[in-house]
């Protein structure tokens, strides 16, 4: 699937920056998380301030080669020669196909995006949600560098773990955007997270802490438990919501070194 960088220039700089560059592959609603104070940390802080931004470049490349290509522009430090507010004739980013601003579809600036947040539910999974799998399988795929050390089974354990309600659905409308996986055990009054993804135009806008959090509300005797290999940027996130960082395993059967995070039950708590 292919997806677009972006280059928001910022009507008046912050510090020295001028630009924030970014990628995805859904451009409005990343523009529409950005301009309502999600998608990054530094476009929330400009909406909190009430600074705003116009879209300065947007151009398309293979949904595998975005993040490479994101990485090397962000180290360029140059994104004004890319950006067509500060220069008429901006120089092409590597491996992309520039798409001409004129020709968007929709508002490009953070004033006209605002406020168009939309809507989302968290609900348990019921037998009515088998018909989410493949939805949910196509999310799991798209995440499958986070997630694979993990993996989901066949797909009737999944259908199982859909009937007893071990599944947190995150809905846009009718869109699944995200769920939460889980299995818990009474022995050690420990539940387990094994899997929690938000497809990527709805990150930041605070679904994965709310479905923790209704998780954690569903659940308020146990320990929550999640394992994180230690160089996701998920760790971040753990981190973010409050969870406490337990020792450093080997991953078996990897090279790879995980991280185990834990939050202490909300009520009864009995180590
Ligand atoms: C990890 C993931 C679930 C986070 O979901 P999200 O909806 O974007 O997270 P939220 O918006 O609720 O963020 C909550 C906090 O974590 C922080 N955070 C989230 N992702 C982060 C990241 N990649 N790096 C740094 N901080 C991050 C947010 O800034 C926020 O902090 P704040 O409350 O101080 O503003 C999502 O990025 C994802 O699906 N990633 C791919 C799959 C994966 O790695 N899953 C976890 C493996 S178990
Ligand atoms: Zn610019």
Redesign the pocket.
Known sequence: MPGYLYILHFDEPLHHAKHYSGSTKNLRQRLVAHASG?GS?LT?WLADHGLNWRLGAVATAPGNKLRAIERELKARKNACDFCAICRNTPFKVPGTLPIDLDLCQFATDSQSLRGERPEFTIQVSTKGDRECLERIRWLMQD?RE??GF?PIGDASGALTAIDRGRFLIVRQKHTVV?YLMWTKDDSTSQVN????????P???????????ATLEALLPHYTLH???RSE???N??????GFTRGVERENEGSLSKCNNWYKAPMKGYTP
């Open positions: 999600a940390k929330k995440e986070a997630l993990i995200g997270i094994h899997q929690l993804t938000i497809d990527d709805y990150r930041l806008y605070g679904l994965g802490k709310q479905t923790v999640a394992r994180v996701l940027p998920a971040e996130f753990w981190e973010a919501i």
